[in-house]
């Protein structure tokens, strides 16, 4: 009995042994595979890395961009930057990893984490009224006004939109506490916390709150408590930051179908919303701040985890063209949230005269992309998407360079066919109803304040907005009483007036249409689906 039991008991060990070691075979098969599929997958990237600027000399071309630059982060390190074309159309200084372009847009990200240091110090919270900090603040509505919070500016579900879209600063003379106090008068947009109303000024307010709480300037606080501890050496908050030897990206637009290098412009007055420049290899620093472990740079904690989480928590909701079938979209605080082939992304895109941006993030790889161009184009989510196929080990027979050059000729023939129309409703050999002479005066509005028109030195009618030298447009007539402002400035492009008469047929008010959105702005300022008509009243 005692020899059977022991030839059961080896029996059983040997059972158990060879199980173990069948264990082990498939174990280290998995992970032989698995680290051969690793290989091949970092193998797939680096070729994909290496074809990349094929692909941009390629988009460069078709879309005129005289230069761009890419950084992209993965699992903590900084694994591509590099720069393409160059930095003006008209030198050969070429574009690198460290020239400085305008990142517009992706400042609120960063406005929105510098609050994020002041609430870990304490010296706020996000759902603390605006009032609380800034007494005076008001809008038109009395109500409102007491009951917005800085989570409110952030998100933007204040209600107040854009003022005069990206060609038009909204009186880029006067600074942000001036700029209230006629935003104060302006009618809102959509009603309080009801939807989504994008708006720069809000985040001009947040810049505020920060000033306010801290007792430092916008601009010194965020070089003080964001860029210096994350050595981005070479970011600036104001334009007026630059030197001449800087390597500095020049912005260029499309006008007439042709690229030309356009005027830099001072957005200091909406700074905390769009003014920050930087290279892409520090904007890879600061992609790495937001990934792995969120808030950290190099085992220094900078942001806790907690406020993180608040910043790219869902805060608004973005209407979807077709609820059916595309994935939700939100807001958090200076990040729109969507999905990429099933990756939950944080992205945002930024432009400000002739300067685009695009960061996309997405947190489960430790993946981050940095896209920047000196001409207004959309060519980036082409980029965008060719990087985050190969990291993504995304395999699909599909051409972004193609899908987005197509969708914008197809763009672009449709806006000049809209432009055309408005065009043809021209009625040729009218004359206006007064000597010109009579159009002369001051105008007020009280949200825009100040229009003069006068005549220049050839008898010509100017027009000058906000009694500011660089918002002068010459005015060619367009028929009847109605003129197409050219800006002086090409970049800001154009836009109609119209003069009402009245009873006594004298000029009583002028109407300013601002383009707040262009559906192209490579076809020109018009056809816009989004706009304003600000009805000036003369003054008497």
């Known amino acids: 009995m005692i020899r059977f039991h022991m030839v059961r008991i080896f029996a059983a060990t040997n059972h158990q042994l060879m199980k173990h070691i069948t264990v082990f075979i498939t174990l280290v098969a998995w992970l032989s595979v698995t680290a051969f599929s690793q290989q091949a997958a970092q193998e797939r990237v680096k070729q994909q890395l290496a074809e990349l600027p094929a692909f941009m000399e390629r988009g460069m071309e078709s879309w005129g961009i005289p230069g761009m630059a890419v950084a992209v982060v993965h699992q ?129 307010v947040a810049g505020l709150v920060i000033e306010a709480v801290s007792g430092m300037s916008w601009n010194d606080y965020m070089t003080e408590h964001l860029f210096q501890p994350l050595g981005m050496n070479s970011a600036r908050t104001s334009i007026t930051q630059i030197a001449e030897q800087d390597n500095i990206a020049f912005p260029h637009q499309e006008i007439n179908d042709e690229v030309i290098v356009i005027p830099k412009r001072n957005f200091d007055n909406v700074g905390p919303a769009a003014s920050v420049m930087a290279s892409v290899s520090d904007m890879a620093k600061w992609m790495m701040l937001n990934l792995d472990t969120p808030g950290v740079y190099k085992g220094q904690e900078i942001v806790s985890l907690e406020q993180m989480k608040a910043i790219f928590q869902p805060r608004q909701r973005i209407p979807l063209e077709d609820p059916f079938t595309e994935k939700i979209t939100s807001y958090g605080y200076g990040w729109g949230l969507r999905h990429y082939e099933g990756y939950r992304i944080a992205q945002h895109s930024g432009a400000t005269d002739g300067m685009t941006s695009l960061l996309v993030l997405v947190p489960e790889e430790e993946l981050g992309i940095i896209i920047a161009s000196n001409l207004f184009c959309n060519f980036r989510p082409a980029v965008r998407n060719y990087i985050l196929d190969a990291f993504l080990e995304i395999d699909r027979d599909k051409d972004w360079h193609d899908h987005y050059f197509n969708q914008f000729e197809k763009d672009k023939k449709e806006a000049l066919e809209r ?6 409703k021209r009625v040729h050999g009218t004359t206006p109803t007064l000597p010109l002479k009579a159009y002369v005066g001051k105008f007020h509005h009280p949200v825009y304040d100040n229009a003069e028109v006068s005549l220049d030195d050839k008898g ?33 492009r154009e836009k109609f007036i119209t003069f009402d008469l009245d009873q006594f047929g004298e000029v009583k008010q002028l109407n300013v249409k601002f383009t707040l959105r262009q559906i192209l702005i490579s076809a020109g300022i018009y056809p816009a689906d989004y706009y304003r008509i600000v009805e000036y009243k003369k003054n008497h």
Do not use: C
Not at 471 to 490: G, K, Q, S, V
């Open 76 to 204: 903590g390190e900084m694994v591509y930057a590099r720069g393409f074309g160059m930095r003006k159309s008209d030198s050969n200084d070429p574009v690198d990893e460290n020239t400085i372009f305008g990142m517009a847009s992706l400042t609120k990200a960063m406005t929105a984490t510098a609050l994020a240091i002041l609430v870990d110090d304490g010296k706020l919270h996000w759902n603390d009224r605006v009032r609380d900090h800034l007494p005076w603040f008001e809008l038109s509505d009395p109500w409102i006004s007491d009951r917005v919070t800085i989570s409110d500016l952030l998100s933007h579900q204040v209600g107040i939109g854009r003022m005069t879209g990206n060609r038009l600063r909204f009186m880029p003379g006067r600074d942000p506490q001036t700029i209230m106090g006629f935003l104060k008068q302006q009618p809102f947009e959509a009603d309080f916390r009801s939807g989504y109303v994008y708006s720069n000024m809000m985040y001009m």
């Open 419 to 424: 432009r055309a129309e408005i065009e043809s």
């Open 460 to 492: 010509q009618l100017v027009m000058q907005l906000w009694d500011d030298d660089e918002m002068i447009a010459d005015l060619e007539h367009w028929h009847h009483d109605t003129f197409r402002a050219h800006w002086r400035n090409p970049a800001m």
